[in-house]
């Protein structure tokens, strides 16, 4: 009596397996999903490397803004904005 339980519980576990397999058209698909993916990487990986060789020519050639001139360029910037808020709030003002 137990052999026949054994059959029958095998012959289920296969039929559930073979049910679980992927199709040609599955994999197919999975396959151009995942050569996307890596044709995605690599672009990506390719601009990281030329941004990255950019920046060490300017390195190289001195063109690469100081640690000085950067925070200078970001003062400037917020007093430009500060400006131009002034600006706004006193149009407003003048509006009412």
């Known amino acids: 009596m137990q052999k ?3 059959y029958a519980l095998l012959l289920a576990a296969m039929l559930g397996l073979a049910a679980c397999e992927k199709t040609p058209e599955d994999k197919v698909e999975s396959a151009k999903e995942s050569a996307a993916e890596a044709m995605e990487s690599m672009g990506d990986a ?4 030329g941004e990255a060789i950019e920046q060490k020519a300017d ?3 001195g063109n690469e ?3 000085g001139e950067k925070i200078q360029d970001a003062a400037d910037d917020a007093a430009d904005g500060m400006e131009d808020a002034g600006d ?6 003048d509006g009412q």
């Open 59 to 61: 390195e190289v050639m």
């Open 88 to 93: 706004e709030l006193k149009d407003a003002v």
């Open 4 to 6: 026949p339980f054994t």
């Open 46 to 49: 390719v601009e990281e490397t």
């Open 65 to 67: 803004p100081t640690t």
